[in-house]
């Protein structure tokens, strides 16, 4: 049911000023939400399952009937339960750290626990995020033993001086203190499962009688109270953090975090993305330089733009942080516009970068034995897109020099594959252009469409939203994704009816792409069907994976007519076998299902039909009918036939 | 990335290695999947047959996935074929990245559709994985001048960090003096570098907070 951004944003102002004034109260009204929810799912279950028994038991004539039409949704309900109450989380990732690797570290997390009364850390990983966090993971799934993990970006830690970084970390210890981890694993938790539950519902209308109201009623109100909470746990952790590590520190580091990710980092990436069009494999020392990196101070310019932008982004309701003005305001520090640009307050300057670094001083000398464990697991992790990426470059280049391109010999897609990596290299401005003379050659390159919209809408061009409004009309697998991108744009320009509108149409995306997965699931006799436009290659491919399954007696491949995104073609592979595929519970159909779907690989997107002699009925004579439909023959293409034409040869 | 494949080797042990029977049942060994025990003609049987000793007495040295199945990419129960190239001995633990070159460069051949016979029976397996054949090596005028080996592998998804493919390069166990099967270095005896690589794309679980 479509639930407005306008609506929601009313609804969380409005929570908001609640949570303000009665925290504890709130709270308690979340977790009876939550704890509604949660009880919805078996009563929705037992609702159906008690008048089912209660006919199973009675003599009287009328139970049949009931049964017959109560097992459905019954047996829907208890399967979305079961759905829903299944536990999908996983552990936080990182390379984790033990107290012998930074005792002092430990020593202050030890101390930070014990001043913010809160509980131990079992795990601290580092990752290469620049930022950090804090959660909960239940060990024993459902059971519980919660594990407290703290996670701390590298390039944060080898940013921040000690006291700056003792107020991040005092943060995070204030969040495992308020048990905001285990109310909002426990939230998070409680929604994934009514979200899944009311999905597995959606699919089967019947099992939703007499609950449709309470839906309505229900699923726009979780989503806010969620958001909220969180908010509020930023907003707590902030003050206790403040009260620990004091007002200054906590404000100077809430800066420096927004503000040297922006100057440090993205001027460093520039300058390691560049190295892809000369250097065929990623730099192994990625770490120790961006650690040279964090010495350097930003220029003037850069910070003070960099300060302007992170001052000007206000309280959204996408992000559960307050914006950066909204957090200093809260600690005491009123931030300022002069000339149209906003300013940091005057007694709050922006600290230098610092002559020893939290790391530099927490890891001591572990830091150089980190620093390489985690230039390795850099270089691991991307090898392969590196390596990808590279050949790319050096293909264009190759295409450039011989002249091809300038002769308008290259493709859309490769163009948009030249202006991909350009964008990794020399900057988005420069790919600007390609992605344009790829739309030149061919005006329906989606992916053209996507990544173009996708950087003019960076740049505040509406012309972006052109683009990937025909992004949604070409290709299904974007549609929604550039749907979002559209929405998030226009709420953050602050044109809410352009929004509202653009979160209808993602719904009608949705409606749409529920359609085109219906149409392409199924076959009947009105279904049309059309020569296939499989390569000679793809065919000969396909005809050596049916030959290794020696009950393919046939196959036949036609595409199918659809009405929705009829520009993504969907094709039908019909596969008989040579023995009747009838049997108790259908088990044989299945394995010969199974057994084709395994075996049979193509980038084309089609379903397997597998049919005998006695259920293929009107299809076999409709798909004669299509010209090229039959595909391979057992006497003719399998492996004893290829034999026998190569003996008459 | 030497210190990585060093370290596989010390969290693996030196050869001939012995396992706890508990370990070597519960965890090392896989059972064939479905589809293979249908085919008893399968080239990957041989990998089921060599198992315990390319365990026991493997070298270790980096694998680099050219060709896998689909499926192998997404979650799911059964295990899948993949065909791997690898190049054996110390010297080339710190030149992985050569072979991820080289396995573009044999797609490239592939879509050229080349003239040389062996060139076009080797491009020919990465259109069916299951085509696939043991210990074949990569022609000369695509490898260079150091031979590399390639090999089908059966990929074992209880030996993968979350049974899911998510990088090309794996440690590879060989032993080229025995068989041309190989298998992927079960991920309990991966060092924390490598984990942490094949994870980095996973999403924060539910409860993370910033």
């Not at chain 1, 993602?506 to 219906?518: G, H, K, L, S």
Request: charged share 25%; with cysteine; net charge neutral.
């Amino acid at each position: 049911m479509p639930h407005s951004r306008q609506q929601y944003e009313q609804r969380v102002t409005r929570l908001e000023a609640d949570a303000r004034r009665h925290p504890s109260l709130f709270k308690l009204r979340v977790a009876v939400l939550v704890a509604i929810g949660l009880l919805a799912i078996p009563a929705a279950v037992l609702s159906m399952l008690v008048p089912l028994l209660l006919a199973l038991f009675t003599a009287f004539a009328w139970a049949g009937g009931i049964i017959a039409a109560a097992y459905r949704p019954v047996r829907d309900r208890l399967l979305a339960a079961l759905y829903a109450v299944r536990l999908n989380i996983r552990p936080p990732h990182g390379i984790e750290l033990s107290r012998a690797q930074a005792p002092r570290l430990f020593a202050l997390l030890d101390d930070l626990t014990r001043r913010l009364k809160a509980p131990r850390c079992h795990h601290v990983l580092l990752n290469e995020k620049f930022s950090a966090g804090s959660t909960v993971f239940p060990r024993f799934g459902p059971l519980g033993w919660q594990q407290h993990y703290l996670i701390i970006g590298l390039p944060l830690f080898m940013t921040l001086s000690p006291e700056h970084f003792t107020a991040v970390l005092a943060h995070e210890i204030a969040h495992l203190s308020g048990r905001h981890g285990h109310f909002s694993l426990w939230l998070g938790r409680a929604r994934e499962a009514w979200t899944r539950f009311t999905d597995y519902l959606e699919e089967n209308e019947g099992a939703r009688a007499g609950m449709n109201r309470f839906f309505r009623w229900y699923t726009p109100l979780l989503a806010p109270h969620n958001f909220v909470l969180r908010r509020l746990h930023e907003i707590e952790a902030d003050r206790q953090a403040a009260d620990l590590a004091g007002h200054r520190f906590m404000a100077e580091a809430l800066a420096l975090t927004y503000i040297r990710e922006n100057t440090q980092g993205e001027a460093f990436w520039r300058e390691i993305n560049k190295l892809k069009s000369t250097q065929p494999s990623p730099p192994r020392d990625l770490y120790t330089r961006l650690r040279a990196a964090c010495r350097q101070p930003a220029p003037e310019e850069e910070e003070q733009e960099a300060i302007g932008k992170a001052l000007d982004n206000e309280t959204d309701f996408l992000v559960p942080h307050p914006a950066l003005r909204d957090r200093l305001q809260l600690l005491g520090f009123t931030a300022w516009k002069f000339d149209g640009t906003w300013r940091l307050p005057a007694d709050l300057p922006l600290p230098d970068v610092p002559a020893q670094t939290a790391a530099d001083t927490l890891l001591g000398e572990s830091l150089n034995a980190i620093l390489e464990t985690c230039n390795q697991a850099w270089w691991l992790n991307h090898l392969d897109h590196w390596v990808s990426q590279h050949c790319t470059i050096v293909k264009a280049q190759q295409r450039l020099d011989a002249g091809s391109a300038e002769d308008g010999e290259e493709s859309a897609a490769q163009l948009y594959e030249r202006a991909k990596a350009v964008m990794e290299v020399s900057g988005e401005d420069d790919a600007i252009p390609l992605f344009r003379q790829a739309l030149a050659v061919n005006a329906r390159h989606a992916n053209s469409h996507f990544m173009l919209g996708q950087l003019l809408l960076k740049r505040k061009d509406d012309d972006g939203i052109a683009h990937l409004e025909r992004v949604i009309n070409l290709d299904t697998k974007l549609a929604r994704k550039a749907c979002r991108m559209i929405y998030d744009y226009l709420v953050q320009q602050r044109r809410p009816a352009e929004a509202d509108a653009c979160d209808v149409k993602d719904e009608e995306i949705i409606r749409e792409m529920r359609q085109a997965q219906r149409e392409r699931s199924w076959i009947n006799t009105g279904t049309g069907f059309r020569t296939h436009s499989w390569s000679d290659q793809e065919i000969a491919v396909l005809r050596r994976q049916l030959a290794s399954l020696p009950q393919v007696e046939r196959a036949y491949l036609v595409r199918q007519e659809v009405v929705c995104y009829p520009e993504q073609p969907h094709y039908i592979l019909g596969v008989f076998s040579g023995t009747p595929l009838k049997s108790l519970f259908g088990r044989k159909a299945r394995r010969f299902h199974d057994a084709i779907c395994e075996r049979v690989q193509s980038r084309r997107d089609f379903s397997v039909y597998d049919l005998d002699e006695e259920s293929a009925g009107a299809l076999l004579a409709r798909w004669t009918d299509v010209r090229g439909a039959l595909v391979y023959r057992r006497d003719r293409d399998g492996i004893e036939g290829r034999q026998r034409h190569a003996v008459r040869a | 990335m030497q210190s990585v494949l060093d370290e596989c080797r010390r969290l693996f042990g030196p050869t001939p290695r012995c396992f706890e029977r508990w370990a070597a049942r519960r965890y090392l060994h896989a059972a064939p999947p479905g589809w293979l025990r249908r085919q008893r003609q399968h080239p990957l049987w041989e990998s089921h047959r060599q198992e315990q000793q390319l365990f026991r007495e493997g070298e270790i040295t980096w694998g680099c996935l050219v060709q896998a199945h689909q499926r192998l990419w997404n979650n799911g129960k059964t295990d899948y074929p993949a065909l791997v190239i690898y190049r054996p001995g110390p010297a080339f633990d710190d030149r992985a990245d050569e072979l991820n070159l080289l396995g573009i460069r044999l797609h490239e051949v592939k879509r050229a559709r080349p003239d040389d016979p062996e060139e076009r029976r080797f491009t020919e397996m990465l259109d069916d994985v299951y085509s696939c054949e043991m210990g074949l090596p990569v022609p000369p005028s695509i490898s260079g001048d150091t031979p590399c080996a390639s090999t089908l592998i059966m990929v074992h998804r209880k030996h993968l960090p979350d049974g899911v493919l998510v990088k090309q390069t794996v440690p590879l166990l060989i032993l080229p003096a025995v068989t041309p099967a190989a298998i992927i270095l079960p991920s309990r005896y991966w060092p924390p570098a490598l984990l942490y690589a094949w994870g980095a794309c996973e999403t924060a679980p539910t409860g993370y907070l910033d």
